[in-house]
């Protein structure tokens, strides 16, 4: 169990990074080929595509190239079996602040993100 729990968190680690260096290809390494990304605008479920969500952290300057503060952190893991797992994690591009809950499975390569929803603050 504790091996799970590092391994959970080194995906995370991942995460932040690529997140924070814009990094699609550390991202597609952690998240599984069929997940999406959930959020909320006026009332209405957005569906988001991994691919399309690649594309997005492609073209926007990332947090590292822009100098910004890495403020990054991990808020709550919960492993409710060998293979499943939620973590809830907190991160920024300023002026953007978000709260993530990934949903992950362990499959034989490892922990993968298979859905995230997300709620962004402007600030």
């Known amino acids: ?20 260096e814009g990094d699609a290809t550390k991202l597609g390494g952690i998240f599984h080929a069929e997940s999406h990304l959930f959020s909320v605008t006026d009332g209405a479920l957005n569906d988001l595509p991994r691919e399309k969500w690649f594309d997005l952290v492609r073209s926007r300057g990332s947090a590292k190239a822009q100098g910004l503060t890495r403020n990054d952190f991990i808020v709550h893991i919960d492993r409710s079996s060998p293979t499943t797992a939620f973590a809830k994690v907190q991160c920024q591009i300023p002026p953007r602040y978000f709260t993530d809950y990934l949903t992950f499975v362990k499959l034989a390569d ?12 402007t600030r």
């Open 1 to 20: 169990m504790s091996s799970d729990l590092h391994d959970l968190e080194s995906a995370l680690q991942t995460y932040f990074d690529g997140l924070y």
């Open 110 to 121: 490892g922990w993968k993100i298979v859905s995230k929803t997300f709620h962004t603050e």
